[in-house]
């Protein structure tokens, strides 16, 4: 079963930085593509960034290149996504994910998620 666990998020001024965190086991880690998702009130859940272990490439979308960085790894097995120069229209609920290889792009292929965690950008 895979398990995922977040932490992280806040509230942040414009222009700011946070960390999100998603710990996973290490059989996970290297088994799954691990990826983030977001969704703003009303709207619908959204690919943000990831990495697929199959071809060892990173994924953003075009609003967030530059700004988030996503990296695995670490004695404690997580999963991580910076953010910076966060901008209001960031403010989302985040959402750790799991999927086999390039399924991590697509919110419908998920097999596992995390809790979700608030990140509020006040402008």
């Known amino acids: 079963q895979v398990q995922l666990e977040e932490s992280g998020g806040g509230l942040v001024q414009a222009g700011g930085s946070l960390r999100l965190s998603c710990a996973v086991s290490?059989?996970?880690?290297?088994?799954?593509?691990m990826g983030w998702f977001r969704q703003a009130p009303g709207k619908m859940r959204e690919f943000v960034a990831g990495f697929n272990w199959d071809d060892r490439n990173t994924y953003y979308i075009p609003s967030v290149r530059g700004r988030f960085t996503v990296s695995r790894g670490g004695a404690k097995n997580t999963v991580t996504l910076e953010m910076n120069s966060l901008k209001a229209e960031d403010t989302a609920v985040y959402y750790c994910?799991?999927?086999?290889?390039?399924?991590?792009?697509?919110?419908?292929?998920?097999?596992?998620w995390g809790q979700g965690l608030q990140v509020t950008v006040s402008s």
């Open positions: 994910a799991a999927a086999r290889g390039l399924d991590v792009l697509r919110q419908s292929k998920a097999l596992a």
């Open positions: 290490r059989q996970t880690m290297y088994t799954y593509a």
